[in-house]
C-alpha cells in the first residue's frame, strides 16, 4: 500500500476500521458468551459519537478515533455534546498502517452508566482553515484532548470491561 493511500482514502479506511473494531467487539463477546450487543450507527455527525453499544441497560455512545503507529498524534478533538450522553466515551485505536491490525486502545470515559468527565479544563479547538483575513477562529464545541488524559488498553477484553464492567467470563465487575 501507498503510504499516500491513508490520507487518500482516509475516509474509506475509517469505515474499514470501524466495521473491523465493531467485528472484534461481537467476535469477542460472542466467544466468551457474553452478553448479546447491539450496535447502532449515528448517520448525523453532530452529537459526538460514531456508534452506540448496549449491552444489558448499559448504553455507550461512543466516538471512534484512530491513529496508525506511525503517527505521533498528541491529541483528538472531542465534542462536548458527548458530555450530554448517559455514558459516552471515546476510543482511540492505534493500528498498523499496513495490515490494518489493532495494536492497542487509549480509552477516554467513565464506568458503565456514568457520563462522560467535562471537557471544560481542556483547550477549545479551532478552525484547520482561517477565514477571510486569515484568522482559525474556536470551535467552541470541540475541545482538543491530550493523548496523556487517555488510559492504554493492550485488549478488546479490556475495552469491553471498560464499556460494560464484565470480564471475560461475564462476571460484572464495574456496577452501572
Known sequence: M??????????????????????????????????????????????????????????????????????????????????????????WYRFD?????????LWFGGSPGKPLALLDDFKTAKHSKGNAPGIKLERHNIKYVPKSAFTRLASIGEVIEKLFGFSSTGEVIQSP
Open 97 to 105: 498502517s499496513s495490515s490494518l491490525e489493532f495494536d492497542h486502545f
Open 2 to 91: 501507498d503510504p499516500t493511500d491513508h490520507s487518500t482514502f482516509s475516509t474509506y479506511r475509517e469505515m474499514v476500521l470501524e466495521h473491523l473494531f465493531v467485528g472484534e467487539i461481537l467476535k469477542y463477546c460472542w466467544h466468551h458468551q457474553l452478553p448479546k450487543l447491539e450496535v447502532l450507527k449515528s448517520q448525523i455527525d453532530n452529537s459526538g459519537y460514531d456508534i452506540v453499544l448496549v449491552a444489558n441497560s448499559i448504553v455507550r455512545h461512543v466516538q471512534l478515533k484512530s491513529s496508525h503507529m506511525d503517527f505521533t498524534t498528541s491529541q483528538v478533538n472531542i465534542n462536548r455534546e458527548l458530555t450530554r450522553k448517559s455514558s459516552g466515551c471515546v476510543i
